[in-house]
Structure formats: structure tokens, C-alpha cells
């Protein structure tokens, strides 16, 4: 009988392992991921990534390419850039002392269904435009309540002018002194404590640089957000690709230990039969 019990149970277990339906409906409010297409959201590593005017950017250098002596093929690269560049998460320690780690960031906050909130009609009419509490209420009357655990991303429509530095970020110059000319779309302030107040998200991310806006000295948007362990993600890519609802969101960054940041591969599942406009 203990081990007809025994078999019984392993044979469940298999069962309900073959079946991603059960785990994803296992805890309250999980979710499956949609069946549909895959949507890329992240923009690649080259000698023409857009970094911060202050960052090292992004080098590729051949150890070996070629033929062995054995008589086989090999190809190796070594690559170097700042944590902050491209498209990258900003960890919760980057603006908040003792806050998590790019390592420290749960994996339940890497996920979730994506809402998108586009406010390119007034981004790329005004460069030094801040998402406003407005803007995101005004989503809300349209489509319901943002939902708790969603991935909130902010279509600037900024993401067409990569890798025009100019175009994206306002000069092309480096140094301290370029930090003073960067023009670019953000989230107001009052936005982002609104969002750490009335919502419960898992994180935020847009097609700018920064989640603050590029004339931002203070960067308030990031203090709010990180103090309460909300990462970000910056420089997200084909958000004009993605419906103002249903598409769900993984973005995973490198696992760097202590980091305040990293480069980041963040992708979206759309449903193929997506009725959101």
C-alpha cells in the first residue's frame, strides 16, 4: 500500500510537471504567458551604443578568430562597458543606500504583464517632457486600473531616433560638462510617488536614457522608485511594437554581484489575436 502510495504521487507530481497551465495559475493572481508572437524590446551592444555622456561605452575586442592549430574552427571575443548603457536595468542600490542589487532583485519583479502607457504625441513634440500623474489616471479611465504586479513601460516614441545621439539624448558630446545639454522625455516626480503610493508595480521602464528626464539635476524619479526596491529599465527598444495591454514581460540582466546596474535582454509575448488598440 506505501508504495502503490508512493507511485501514486510520483506519477501526479510528473503530471502536474508536463502542465504549465497548474503552475502558472498555482498562486493567487499568476499568470500564463501569452500564445503569440515574441517581440524583442532591447536594442544591441555595439561601438554605437548610446551610454551616459560621463560612461565608458561599449568595446568588442577579437581574441581569436580563425582556424586552430588543431584544425578546427574558434571564435572569441572580450568585451568591456558600463554597467549604465544601452539597454540596461538601474538597480535600486544605483540612487538608494542599502536598497537591492542587481543580484538582489527578485525574479517575480523581472516579470509581469506589461502596461503601456504612450505618451509620444507630447514627447516628441516637447524634448524636456515629464509622464505625468495625469497622463497615467487618463490610461486608467480608458483601460481600467493599472494592475498590481504589472511592468509599467512609458512609449516616449524616442526608441526611432537609435543611435542618433543627437536626436535621442540632445548632443553627442562627452564628459561632465555634456550632461548639461541632454534633452529627453521622463517621468515627473510626482508621477513616480503617485505610482509608489496608489500602485503596486514591479518595475518601470521607457525608451530614454533615464527615467528621469535629461534636464533632471536631482533625479527624483529614481530616488522615489528605488527606495522602494522599484528597478527601472532604460533604453527599451519597439515599445510602439507592443498593445497598450496583454503583452507579457521578461527582462533579465546579467546577474552581476553588487551591481548598480546592467546590460539587459528584455523581451514581450503578444498574444497573436491581440484586440487592444
Do not use: C
Not at 523581472?110 to 505618451?119: E, R
Not at 483601460?143 to 512609458?154: F, V
Not at 527601472?232 to 515599445?239: I, K, M, Y
Amino acid at each position: 500500500m506505501r508504495r502503490t502510495l508512493s507511485t501514486l504521487i510520483i506519477i501526479l507530481i510528473t503530471v502536474l510537471a508536463l502542465d504549465n497551465s497548474y503552475f502558472a495559475h498555482a498562486e493567487s493572481g499568476a499568470t500564463t504567458i501569452p500564445q503569440g508572437i515574441w517581440i524583442d524590446l532591447t536594442h544591441d551592444f555595439s561601438a554605437n551604443t548610446i551610454y551616459w555622456p560621463t560612461a565608458e561605452g561599449f568595446t568588442l575586442e577579437t581574441e581569436f578568430e580563425g582556424v586552430t592549430d588543431k584544425g578546427y574552427y574558434y571564435e572569441s571575443h572580450r568585451y568591456s562597458a558600463s554597467e549604465h548603457g544601452g539597454t540596461h536595468i538601474d538597480a535600486p542600490v544605483h540612487f538608494a543606500e542599502g536598497k537591492q542589487t542587481v543580484d538582489q532583485i527578485p525574479l517575480e519583479k523581472l516579470v509581469g504583464n506589461a502596461v503601456i502607457i504612450d505618451v509620444s504625441a507630447k514627447a516628441l513634440s516637447d524634448p524636456d517632457y515629464q509622464v505625468s500623474v495625469e497622463d497615467l489616471t487618463s490610461w486608467e479611465k480608458k483601460n481600467g486600473k493599472i494592475p498590481d504586479n504589472s511592468i509599467l513601460l512609458l512609449n516616449t516614441g524616442y526608441a526611432k531616433f537609435w543611435p542618433d545621439r543627437v536626436k535621442y539624448m540632445g548632443t553627442d558630446k562627452k564628459g561632465p560638462e555634456a550632461v548639461k545639454e541632454l534633452h529627453f522625455p521622463g517621468l515627473h516626480p510626482e508621477a513616480a510617488k503617485w505610482l509608489t503610493e496608489s500602485r503596486h508595480i514591479n518595475a518601470v521602464g521607457l525608451d530614454t536614457p533615464s527615467i528621469d528626464y535629461g534636464q533632471s539635476t536631482l533625479f527624483e524619479s529614481h530616488r522615489i522608485l528605488f527606495k522602494e526596491n522599484i528597478p527601472a529599465f532604460e533604453n527599451v527598444a519597439n515599445l510602439d511594437k507592443l498593445p497598450i495591454k496583454g503583452a507579457f514581460v521578461i527582462a533579465l540582466p546579467m546577474k552581476i554581484k553588487g551591481g548598480s546596474g546592467a546590460p539587459l535582454r528584455i523581451i514581450a509575448a503578444v498574444p497573436e489575436n491581440n484586440d487592444e488598440e
